[in-house]
């Protein structure tokens, strides 16, 4: 048994060591502070980062002793990592049809993708039919045009709706594409209750960074929630939300504020969920994720693991979760689309590459890989395969997978997580103080802050103080776009249109009227509208119908102008 004495030694000559190591990294300071250095911003997003890492910046004991699968979750929710199950290799694709995008996903799986992710074209993702006046020109541009049951089946043929896990990205209209999805999955004998995968429907988000809504807030948040009561009782395996930093960082945000805003939106949503009477161990587990893997490797490691422990704590301390899956936080990771040049194009699969890596050691559950060519066009086949390739390189060639959070315990690594979690404190103090979430939406808080960040990056970028590899430095004045691309042309719209005016011509066009006019009865009440908008979408009502008929009660959201 160790004697009092003997503890006293052993701390003496611990704090003697630390003295010695303070004098060693004071005198080292010294030198590298006369040094010759490069005129380049030395920082992450928005800090400057300390040019080496000691154990004086080393973790709090307590958290060194952390282990994957174990509460706060800071290294990792499961406790088998990568060793038990590889992340889902999951690639972002829609464009032209239905029937264009079913070819697509069927191209992907047999090229060993094991989850499907739909791109909705603009007109889809504000909630607009592709033989809408507003949608001309715009019908699969950008992804798949859906407007009614019939393309979700189209978009779905041949594809067992339980043996898949799917992510829609939609927000605005989500909730009437979750149940077209459901329809779908019925027709084809699946019920609810085993579909998996998940539907974006982070509305926050929206009115915060990427604009693509239709209700005013307070409505959409109704639906939102309407979605998780509906789905803990029919849909239980199904992510009915995926609360997504990625968007927010997109506009310009830095990695704290992509961290404190992603979390702060699911805060309010948790809160939502509870005024509903919903406990919140009913839906707290199938609430996951998204978040921006930018190019600062590290920063965007510790952002994660970060995530995880601010979540785990918040849900456990303040809103009283007692299941675990409550506390878990899981999510999905897609590599920077605003990272992604122009310019010699090629340079897009390393920078992908690194990102990819970024968000593996970072414990992310699934991954998209963006194609070197998404800053010109849609991806071609062939830019997908090599971006699907560059995660089955990093799973199957590099050993990463086999060892969990191999950076845990790094002095730089967890130093900038613990900045991370403590920058994201500060600024879910200054929410607070706006009133909130909604408060700070309606004040144009949160834009304003993307806004300066974003103008900050652009400033930095002409004054050359943070180099663009091909675009302010190793340029080539005589380069040209040599790489392949997609091109959409109108042939989708026109045979959209034909499509969509033989399902008006088919239909049960009185069935249609009496399920739209329930819905809108229904909308001025309190009751959930899921039920009565998968009456809709079965009886073949299209998306803008069912969206129509929800604006009559709730109108149609108009930002504010903020100066």
């Known amino acids: 048994m160790t004697s009092i004495a003997e503890l006293s030694e052993t701390v003496r000559e611990q704090q003697a060591e630390l003295a010695r190591l303070r004098t060693e990294v004071a005198q080292w300071r010294a030198r590298y502070d006369t040094g010759a250095k490069r005129d380049v911003a030395y920082i992450n997003s928005a800090d400057e980062v300390e040019p080496v890492y000691t154990p004086l910046d080393g973790p709090d004991p307590e958290m060194a002793m952390e282990m994957p699968g174990e509460w706060p979750y800071t290294r990792g929710i499961h406790p088998t990592g990568y060793r038990g199950k590889l992340w889902?290799?999951?690639?972002?694709?829609?464009?032209?049809?239905?029937?264009?995008?079913?070819?697509?996903?069927?191209?992907?799986?047999?090229?060993?993708?094991?989850?499907?992710?739909?791109?909705?074209?603009?007109?889809?993702?504000?909630?607009?039919?592709?033989?809408?006046?507003?949608?001309?020109?715009?019908v699969g541009k950008t992804g798949v045009s859906i407007s009614s049951l019939a393309d979700m089946e189209t978009l779905f043929e041949g594809i067992p709706l339980d043996k898949v896990s799917t992510s829609m990205t939609i927000n605005g209209p989500a909730l009437i594409l979750y149940c077209f999805y459901i329809a779908a999955a019925e027709k084809q004998g699946v019920p609810a209750s085993k579909i998996r995968g998940t539907v974006q429907n982070d509305i926050l988000k929206e009115y915060m960074a990427q604009h693509a809504w239709c209700f005013p807030i307070e409505p959409a948040l109704r639906l939102i929630v309407d979605g998780f009561e509906w789905s803990a009782q029919h849909a239980p395996l199904f992510n009915t939300i995926s609360i997504s930093g990625y968007h927010i960082?997109?506009?310009?945000?830095?990695?704290?504020?992509?961290?404190?805003?992603?979390?702060?939106?699911?805060?309010?949503?948790?809160?939502?969920g509870i005024a509903r009477g919903l406990d919140v161990d009913s839906f707290a587990p199938?609430?996951?994720?998204?978040?921006?893997?930018?190019?600062?490797?590290?920063?965007?490691?510790?952002?994660?693991?970060?995530?995880?422990?601010?979540?785990?704590?918040?849900?456990?301390?303040?809103?009283?979760?007692?299941?675990?899956?409550?506390?878990?936080?899981r999510?999905?990771?897609?590599?920077?689309?605003?990272?992604?040049?122009?310019?010699?194009?090629?340079?897009?699969?390393?920078r992908v590459a690194y990102q990819a890596l970024a968000a593996v050691l970072g414990g992310t559950q699934s991954l998209h890989t963006n194609s070197m060519d998404e800053t010109l066009a849609l991806p071609t086949e062939e830019a997908v395969q090599v971006a699907l390739r560059t995660q089955q390189i990093l799973a199957y060639e590099t050993g990463i997978p086999n060892v969990m959070d191999p950076l845990g315990g790094s002095y730089y690594v967890e130093s900038l997580t613990d900045s991370?979690?403590?920058?994201?404190?500060?600024?879910?103090?200054?929410?607070?103080?706006?009133?909130?979430?909604?408060r700070g939406l309606?004040?144009?808080?949160?834009?304003?802050?993307?806004?300066?960040?974003?103008?900050?990056?652009?400033?930095?970028?002409?004054?050359?103080?943070?180099?663009?590899?091909?675009?302010?430095?190793?340029?080539d004045d005589d380069e040209e776009i040599t790489i392949p691309?997609?091109?959409?042309?109108?042939?989708?719209?026109?045979?959209?249109?034909?499509?969509?005016?033989?399902?008006?011509?088919?239909r049960d066009n009185a069935a249609v009227q009496v399920n739209l006019d329930a819905l809108r009865t229904a909308a001025r009440g309190e009751r959930n509208l899921v039920p009565l908008i998968l009456d809709c979408a079965r009886s073949y009502a299209t998306l803008y119908e069912i969206r129509a008929a929800l604006e009559d009660v709730f109108g149609a959201y108009r930002e504010p102008v903020f100066f």
Do not use: C
Request: no cysteine.
């Open 249 to 272: 960082r997109e506009a310009g945000s830095t990695a704290a504020q992509e961290l404190a805003f992603t979390l702060a939106d699911g805060f309010t949503y948790v809160e939502r």
């Open 88 to 138: 889902t290799m999951r690639q972002f694709a829609g464009f032209g049809s239905a029937r264009d995008t079913n070819e697509r996903f069927k191209f992907l799986l047999s090229q060993g993708q094991t989850g499907l992710s739909v791109a909705f074209d603009f007109p889809t993702l504000m909630g607009y039919d592709a033989d809408h006046p507003r949608s001309e020109g715009e």
């Open 331 to 350: 999510f999905h990771s897609q590599t920077a689309g605003v990272t992604l040049t122009a310019q010699q194009p090629v340079n897009n699969v390393a």
């Open 420 to 438: 991370l979690e403590a920058e994201a404190e500060s600024l879910f103090a200054q929410i607070e103080e706006q009133g909130g979430v909604v």
């Open 485 to 506: 691309l997609l091109k959409v042309g109108m042939d989708a719209e026109r045979a959209q249109r034909e499509q969509m005016a033989n399902m008006r011509a088919t």
């Open 442 to 475: 309606e004040e144009g808080w949160f834009q304003r802050k993307i806004a300066e960040a974003a103008s900050r990056h652009q400033w930095e970028i002409e004054q050359r103080r943070r180099l663009v590899v091909g675009v302010n430095e190793f340029t």
């Open 286 to 329: 199938r609430l996951s994720f998204f978040f921006d893997i930018h190019n600062d490797f590290f920063e965007e490691i510790a952002k994660l693991r970060a995530a995880r422990r601010i979540w785990a704590r918040v849900l456990r301390e303040k809103f009283g979760a007692k299941d675990p899956k409550s506390w878990m936080l």
